[in-house]
């Protein structure tokens, strides 16, 4: 891996195959995520994935959390390994770093902060699926992090498109930058 001088990373979050397939419209998001990816190879930006996984029957869901307990009864039968891979149109190339969560923020149940202390990183730029989901979480314990934040809106999505609008025109900018491809491939 190149030296990265800026002290960034790009995160691609939970963009496995599985996930990407409830969008209605996949396409949009693979193609601008694999243009944020390219950028990021071209100039030198580590880009780091991010996927949500368990073990075999999902163990670690407590019936306490709300969102992974309605699903702990169809996670019992997931084959993980191929629930966690990531759509080959974005896959990581050998040595890209893939760090694996157990819950909605890419901190929680990951050694994602450890990989960041490693590579100097002190500004993530965030792109995935799904914004009222893994970036909006992901966001909050990053600013609570001391983390400085670029979000690239059109590289992440929402099966909501009203929740993505409201929270990347209204809540995000709070605590980071939100800007498109476009304007953060002119940086």
Known sequence: ????????????MDMQAGIVGMLPDSAAIIGNVAKAIAHARDNGI???????????????????????AESKGRFGTVNFEEFMKIHTDIAPREGEITVTKRRVS??????LEVVLRAFGIQHLVLTGISTSGVVLSTT???ADKDYRLTILADCCADTDEEVHRVLTTKVLPRQAGVVTLAEWNKK
């Open 1 to 12: 891996m190149e030296q990265n001088t800026q002290n960034t990373a790009l995160l691609v």
């Open 46 to 68: 580590p880009v780091i994935y991010v996927v949500v996984g368990f073990r075999q029957g999902a163990p670690e869901i407590s019936m306490n959390n709300k969102g992974f």
């Open 106 to 111: 890419a901190f929680t149940g990951s050694d």
């Open 140 to 142: 909050r314990e990053a």
